[in-house]
């Protein structure tokens, strides 16, 4: 088990999670999203590769309306 | 007559109107108000996504990013750090070079923190992205992020969501003659007429959101922009009559009986 922050929030996930794996699980479009692990910012196609770990800081962020 | 081009780095666009997308009732009304703005493009703000709601609706079903122009904004951030990894950020999401840039330094006056904003410009630049800079209406300030490489000045015509038009004229003129790359108004427009002001001033271009979102019908208020643009372009063109003093009478005084 892993304990992470999503969004500000804390969940625990299983652990072999890959970020592509929660986009997923979240039912998130990659190509309306935009994903940033532990401060930094994952380019779409390595979203497959990067395993979650424990006390990991995910934010995922897409377009809204706004001026 | 020449044909009246606009462009904004590189990009050909056929409306001199930008529209927000926020404050709207629901993305329908967003959608609807965009399509009789005529503008070919929409600001959008990048927030987390809601992971606890998944059929919440999304922007981008409703504003097809294909057709549309999205210009992702920093509306919300408070200095240059916040700033750049919002944009940092949409430019992952979708590839958007073309970005607004606002540096917020006051939340009751929502007024552009500068020493913030030239910062961030400078840094923005560097990395490619395409600024259009909302900033003060300051003549030295806004030459500033033109020499910096801002693809456009985008100054207040006063406070966000104040409705209140152009409050300094001279200054907005001062900018106008002096810039060589777009002057979009941003901020502050409450009416159709404060854009055919702006337009009729010399402005390229003219941004809004609060004065259609907030009218009591949007849509209508959305084509009314639309007419309002183009009307204050074309007057500017036609470069309008001297004022006098005192009156000319329009009819001839020859053959009078």
Redesign the interface.
Known sequence: MAKIQLNGKKIIINQKVSLFDLLKKHKLDKKKVAVELNGKIIPKQLLKKKMILDKDKIEIVHFIGGG | MKKDIFKIANKFLKSRLIV?????KN?RE?ANAVKASGADIV???????N?LD?KKP???DYLNPKKIH?L??T?GCYNSNEAL?TL???R???GWKMVKLEVLGDKKTLYPDMIETIKSTKILVKEGFKVLVYCTDDPLLAKKLEDLGASAIMPLASP??SGLGIQNKMNISLIIKQTKVPVIIDAGIGTASDATIAMEMGCDGVLV??AIANAKKPIIMANAFKNAVVSGRLSFLAERMEKKYFATASSPKKGII
């Not at chain 2, 927000?20 to 709207?24: I, L, M, Q």
């Not at chain 2, 600001?43 to 996504?49: C, D, G």
């Open positions: 927000g997308t926020g404050k709207y993305l967003t600001t959008v703000a990048v927030r987390r996504v992971i998944k999304l922007l981008m999205y992702p904004n509306a990894r940092r950020l949409a992952e999401m979708g966000i969501g959101n609060s």
